[in-house]
């Protein structure tokens, strides 16, 4: 079993800051790849950004330029580094994280963007 704990999320003005933390805890040797999901009102939950145990990324092309995903091993943990928000951000973000083929979700954190 693996626990993901969120946090940094808030409400924040159009074009302004956020850095997410995600903390894994548990069956931790397993995890390789970590990630970030969102879901906006009435909406399916979409990929945001992912990275593996070796640094690999993914990002969806709305966020391309403006989110960095990066993972400290050390720590357990991930972050999602936010800029240049725009009100479309507006969602639940969740941390996703893949430990011996299962999937394990975090229970989210809210990132409102006022315009």
């Known amino acids: 079993q693996v626990q993901l704990v969120e946090s940094g999320g808030g409400l924040v003005q159009a074009g302004g800051s956020l850095r997410l933390s995600c903390a894994a805890s548990?069956?931790?040797?397993?995890?390789?790849?970590m990630g970030w999901y969102r879901q906006a009102p009435g909406k399916q939950r979409e990929l945001v950004a992912t990275?593996?145990?070796?640094?690999?990324?993914t990002y969806a092309d709305s966020v391309k330029g403006r989110f960095t995903i990066s993972r400290d091993n050390a720590r357990n943990t991930v972050y999602l580094q936010m800029n240049s928000l725009k009100p479309e951000d507006t969602a639940v973000y969740y941390c996703n994280a893949d430990s011996g083929g299962f999937n394990y979700w975090g229970r989210g954190t809210q990132v409102t963007v006022s315009s």
């Open positions: 990275i593996t145990r070796g640094g690999s990324t």
């Open positions: 548990g069956s931790i040797f397993f995890i390789n790849t």
